[in-house]
């Protein structure tokens, strides 16, 4: 397992640690990683950006007779799919979806243009690479009568995003919002955009309703597991409180969408509910969750199943148990 020092690393380590079969590596960039004082076996390796990365990973699955290859970094996804076959000569095989299908759900610009060419529902969005373009969004997405959302095509963590508000108030964000709020003037906004070439963006109407992650774990595109769970605490953009709900809307929803592109491996959704009422797609992180081992709550370990699917293991999904609640905490390693 990659990213020993992810958010949901050491969540996900436990939920690896329970079953005995499995003799677990873990690694990480740092070496004073969370998941480094957690599991029996660990070793540092170099970041995704480096170019000996590939070449570090496929030597230590030879030397150790690595049979899963789990990641949980996004930045390493779009190198371990481009060298997917690599891993397979060696007898790893590796936790990824394929290289193009990727690339859709990896773009939030691209993800809404692909789902709305399959006729499903999406925010109203508009994709801008310049500024005029920027401008005349604006203008076509009913601003300033409705709020405004944009984010980065490619980017994760919430960076970049940022709600535009007719009303927002900088004296009001300035003392009684954190330095992290998502809230932006247009004003404010466009001046920071106008001084220099940004990256493209999609501009979209925001969604003002309840918000849920979906988990789901997904073979070779054959969708196995929807749960879809509902955020009611957030940290930083982390989800650290919620429940599992049985929202058939939902449900039905990610399986329209799952149904277009070949996934594979434990996939999260998220959607919001909009003014209309109806539930629409935030984003897909093509990769386990970090708060995906809240599932293990409502009974279904879902990074277990995960490697064992990997594995060739006849696997059973287990019930879900609707109405489980979760609240998440910090904890501390010392070493």
Wanted: glycine share 8%; hydrophobic share 40%.
């Amino acid at each position: 397992m990659t990213g020993a020092g992810a958010p949901g690393g050491p969540g996900i380590i436990k939920c690896l640690q329970a079953d005995d079969s499995i003799a677990l590596y873990v690694c990480d960039a740092s070496d004073t990683a969370s998941g480094r004082f957690l599991n029996k076996e660990f070793f540092t390796c170099p970041s995704a950006s480096d170019p000996g990365f590939i070449e570090f990973m496929l030597g230590k699955c030879q030397v150790l007779g690595i049979e899963v290859l789990f990641p949980l970094v996004t930045r390493e996804l779009f190198l371990f799919a481009e060298h997917k076959s690599a891993f397979e000569k060696i007898g790893t095989r590796v936790v990824v979806s394929d290289f193009e299908a990727l690339n859709i759900a990896n773009d939030k610009s691209a993800l809404h243009k692909h789902i709305a060419a399959h006729s499903i529902l999406t925010p109203d969005f508009r994709i801008v690479q310049t500024f005029d373009q920027l401008d005349r969004a604006f203008t076509d997405l009913g601003y300033p009568d409705r709020k405004i959302c944009i984010k980065p095509s490619i980017s994760n963590g919430s960076r970049g995003v940022r709600i535009v508000d007719p009303n927002a108030d900088g004296y009001d964000l300035l003392f009684n919002h954190k330095p992290n709020s998502l809230y932006i003037t247009k004003d404010d906004l466009f001046r920071i955009l106008s001084s220099r070439a940004f990256p493209e963006l999609l501009v979209a109407e925001v969604l003002p309703g309840e918000e849920y992650t979906i988990d789901t774990l997904v073979n070779q595109g054959q969708t196995r597991l929807i749960a879809p769970r509902i955020r009611t605490r957030m940290s930083g953009g982390i989800s650290v409180a919620g429940e599992f709900i049985e929202n058939q809307e939902i449900i039905d929803y990610v399986s329209q969408i799952a149904a277009t592109m070949p996934l594979h491996g434990p996939i999260g959704y998220q959607v919001k509910r909009a003014v209309d009422g109806r539930f629409k797609i935030l984003e897909i992180n093509p990769r386990i969750q970090g708060t995906s081992v809240a599932l293990t709550g409502a009974g279904v370990n879902l990074p277990l199943l995960a490697v064992l699917q990997e594995a060739g293991r006849d696997i059973t999904i287990p019930a879900i148990k609707w109405g489980t609640k979760f609240v998440r905490f910090y904890e501390e390693v010392y070493y």
